[in-house]
T-cell receptor
Framework: GENVEQHPSTLSVQEGDSAVIKCTYS??????FPWYKQELGKRPQLIID?????GEKKDQRIAVTLNKTAKHFSLHITETQPEDSAVYFC???????????FGKGNQVVVIP | DAGITQSPRHKVTETGTPVTLRCHQT?????MYWYRQDPGHGLRLIHY???????DKGEVSDGYSVSRSKTEDFLLTLESATSSQTSVYFC??????????????FGSGTQLSVL
């Protein structure tokens, strides 16, 4: 089955700087790649997703890029703010497959 | 937030006892999922349902069973709880329109401790 890995496991950034989290996946047939954010003690929530037919997607301060050849995708957060501090999970699946494979999560800490 | 309610929110039980967690949705979504979250392991799928009485196993299904007799309810049962099942359990739902895995909406979670 699909195997998703996230790097780095923990990332500390100064407020206002950019943060980048990278995920790699194993199944070249996967074509849907969402990112979920989980604040301390809260539920995971979808923040952005991308399909394999596009290389980049943006939503305000966050963006996701996909490199199908290298089988990796990345989350970019610009102008980081304290409320961006959270655990971020990437995931991958094949269209029509009922199973999302999640990575183990990245802890992002924004230092004021 | 999507209408998902998990109960109980917290539970402490003893090894060997059966435990049932409930997930209730008011969104009429077709797909429902049970995940467990453990430090260092992220979110792992236990079981999922793609319709009433239609369920399938996830990656960590041993020791768990599920039932879905109504669209709105998805029950997770630990047949004989073990300490390794101490975890936070999340229910999730998905509309299942188009790509079935898109846009998972999670419940608030159940913290289960098995002593």
């Amino acid at each position: 089955g699909e195997n998703v890995e996230q790097h780095p496991s923990t990332l500390s950034v100064q407020e206002g700087d950019s943060a980048v989290i990278k995920c790699t996946y194993s199944d070249s047939a996967s074509n849907y790649f969402p990112w979920y954010k989980q604040e301390l003690g809260k539920r995971p929530q979808l923040i952005i997703d991308i399909r394999s037919n596009v290389g980049e997607k943006k939503d305000q301060r966050i963006a996701v890029t996909l490199n199908k050849t290298a089988k990796h995708f990345s989350l970019h957060i610009t102008e980081t703010q304290p409320e961006d501090s959270a655990v971020y999970f990437c995931a991958a699946s094949l269209y029509g497959n009922n199973r999302l494979a999640f990575g183990k999560g990245n802890q992002v800490v924004v230092i004021p | 937030d999507a209408g998902i309610t998990q109960s109980p929110r917290h539970k402490v039980t003893e090894t060997g006892t059966p435990v049932t967690l409930r997930c209730h949705q008011t969104e009429n979504h077709r797909y429902m999922y049970w995940y467990r979250q453990d430090p260092g392991h992220g979110l792992r799928l236990i079981h999922y349902s793609y319709g009433v009485k239609d369920t399938d196993k996830g990656e960590v299904s041993d020791g768990y069973s599920v039932s879905r007799s109504k669209t709105e309810d998805f029950l997770l049962t630990l047949e004989s709880a073990t300490s390794s099942q101490t975890s936070v359990y999340f229910c999730a739902i998905s509309p299942g329109q188009g790509a079935v895995n898109e846009k998972l909406f999670f419940g608030s979670g159940t913290q289960l401790s098995v002593l």
